[in-house]
């Protein structure tokens, strides 16, 4: 799995954050953390986040309000493609969390 946060494109205000379906599935069947009964494994998704949370979202190729991703495991696979300098804009590294 390749987290050298190549697929991520800071901005000012925020960040757009896209993977393939190879990304996916590799982050959800990583040896000794598989993720049980994933559902994106396989899917290409972009994020975009601003100061203000997520503002986009899409699922190979769908916007997410026609096509639900579920939340727990696209907060993981997020926060765990991110690179430490933009992890405060996402919920999961929220200030006052202990890491």
Request: charged share 15%.
């Amino acid at each position: 799995m390749d987290l050298s946060y190549d697929h991520t494109t800071p901005r000012p205000d925020g960040y757009s954050l896209v993977l393939s379906g190879t990304d996916t599935y590799d982050w959800a069947n990583r040896p000794g953390c598989q993720w049980p009964a994933p559902t994106l494994a396989g899917c290409r998704i972009r994020v975009e986040v601003d100061a203000n949370g997520l503002t986009d979202l899409y699922v190979d190729a769908v916007p997410v309000s026609l096509t639900p991703a579920p939340a727990c495991e696209l907060t993981a696979l997020v926060a765990d493609h991110l690179p430490p300098i933009l992890r405060h804009l996402w919920p999961v590294w929220a200030k006052g969390v202990p890491q």
